[in-house]
T-cell receptor, first 112, second 114 residues
Framework: QKEVEQDPGPLSVPEGAIVSLNCTYS??????FMWYRQYSRKGPELLMYTYSSGNKEDGRFTAQVDKSSKYISLFIRDSQPSDSATYLC????????????FGKGTRLSVIA | GAVVSQHPSRVICKSGTSVKIECRSLDFQATTMFWYRQFPKQSLMLMAT?????????EQGVEKDKFLINHASLTLSTLTVTSAHPEDSSFYIC??????????FGPGTRLTVL
């Protein structure tokens, strides 16, 4: 079993839909969870950063962490064609400057 | 968020030559930077951790003599691909963190080895 599992998609939704992206993980030591958005041929852009369990909201984006289930989610409300990208979950166990463990990424297409 | 730059954004070279990629933190100091490689439709694979003033730490399977890393200052790390081969063609991305582990990525460098 890989440390971080993420459905690669592709996921196609109509404009305005609510998008749900998910990752599961096996390492119970992970405490810091991130979501990155990556457009084609670009570097990943940090969207959300959360610590431990709970919810965090930023505009149309909501990140949820359920450590008991080892499950994290990213919700995108009122999705736009500009949200079309690959979304990568990432996590780490330390608060220090340590490498992240990434999911494979989910490719999302929002159709106008 | 913090800004990380990379140069060049794209490079094409002949097999057997060496290529240097620069990673800079523009508005913060970074004692540690990370180098990743990404193949098409794949996730990011950590290659090495670059530490300012000391030797880089390489992941298993990454040849340190082939991928030379130098972290000469708190804002600059370089990755040199030596004796490049076509199988080294990939998207190379660096990241750095101004605090905790909120890592910010550079725009990436696309290397094509002919």
């Amino acid at each position: 079993q890989k440390e971080v599992e993420q459905d690669p998609g592709p996921l196609s939704v109509p404009e305005g839909a609510i998008v749900s992206l998910n990752c599961t993980y096996s390492n119970s030591a992970f405490q810091y969870f991130m979501w990155y958005r990556q457009y084609s041929r670009k570097g990943p852009e940090l969207l959300m950063y959360t610590y431990s369990s709970g919810n965090k909201e930023d505009g149309r984006f909501t990140a949820q962490v359920d450590k008991s289930s080892k499950y994290i989610s990213l919700f995108i409300r009122d999705s736009q064609p500009s949200d079309s990208a690959t979304y990568l979950c990432a996590m780490s166990s330390n608060s220090g400057n340590t490498p992240l463990v990434f999911g494979k990424g989910t490719r999302l297409s929002v159709i106008a | 968020g913090a800004v990380v730059s990379q140069h060049p954004s794209r490079v094409i070279c002949k097999s057997g030559t060496s290529v240097k990629i620069e990673c800079r933190s523009l508005d913060f100091q970074a004692t540690t930077m990370f180098w990743y490689r990404q193949f098409p439709k794949q996730s990011l694979m950590l290659m090495a951790t670059s530490n300012e003033g000391s030797k880089a730490t390489y992941e298993q399977g990454v040849e340190k003599d082939k991928f030379l890393i130098n972290h000469a200052s708190l804002t600059l790390s370089t990755l040199t691909v030596t004796s490049a081969h076509p199988e080294d063609s990939s998207f190379y991305i660096c990241s750095a963190s101004p605090q905790s582990n909120e890592q910010f990525f550079g725009p990436g460098t696309r290397l094509t080895v002919l």
